[in-house]
């Protein structure tokens, strides 16, 4: 099911199953899947995940997403001039949590008294989609909040953002956000903290109270993950990928990749092509 505004808005509601695909993600559109089922298989900026039942994935139209093994998931799809969560991010607080984060892959378990909440609210949904009156886009807009609120308050819960104040979690949300947006040209956690006029003490004393990485993890992981994007995606060459990073020489790139992924930028691009290659050849079989 799909809702079409006047302006170019639109939101996708649908239940996936085994044979379907899920399509690559256009610009500003954010996704939301909900697992039904176990054992679902999913390669994710070239790196396997396996999803269980309720498990709940946020992703960008950034992630490179291919499908391996999928059994059934229900689907959330919109695009920004539906609902903007950076412009509405005081409603939702998703921002460099659910959504436009660093480096980490949100992943959200809800308890079983959760499942049953977010259920509530997607039937509501369901039945939403079907209205045609002219209150439908803010019916359906209301709704969407309410999942993101709902999932953003399980996944500060499951990684113990309770431990810290509310104004503290912000400046984590924050921190991720301007990673998310600068890493190629900031390479240092002073440059953020000056950004967010905080110390870089007060930021690691921060970041120590929800987790083990510290705020360069964050930082270096994110790196990591664009050279993985560029490695797997593009055409581009090691030399090239290493400058738009940041890199001054392309050696201190690949010590810095072989450090986090134990083989080299060209080792890792020719393993990703050879894998394409089967990849096909089993098809054409």
Known sequence: ?????????????????????????????????????????????????????????????????????????????????????????????????????????????????????????????????????????????????????LCARIYKTQENYGSVEHANVDIIREYNFLVEQHFKEKHGVADYAAMLNKSPKTLSNLFKKVGNKSPLQYIHERKILEARRMLSYTDKHVTEISYELGFTEVQAFSRFFKKHEMVSPIEFKKRKELGNIATSSGKDA
């Open 1 to 149: 099911m799909k809702f079409e505004g006047s302006n170019n808005e639109h939101f996708n509601l649908e239940t996936i199953k085994g044979t379907q695909l899920i399509k690559k993600a256009q610009e500003t559109e954010l996704t939301l899947l909900w697992f039904m089922t176990d054992g679902n298989r999913l390669r994710i900026d070239s790196v396997e995940y396996t999803f269980n039942k309720y498990d709940i994935l946020c992703l960008t139209h950034f992630h490179e997403l291919e499908v391996m093994q999928l059994g059934e998931v229900k689907f959330l799809r919109w695009n920004k001039p539906f609902y903007c969560l950076l412009n509405h991010d005081s409603e939702v607080g998703c921002k460099g949590l659910l959504f436009y984060g660093a480096a980490t892959l949100p992943v959200i378990n809800p308890s079983s008294q959760e499942v049953d909440t977010l259920s509530t609210v997607w039937k509501m949904l369901e039945q939403e989609m079907v209205s045609q009156d002219n209150l439908q886009q803010e019916m359906l807009q209301m709704m969407l909040k309410r999942i993101l609120i």
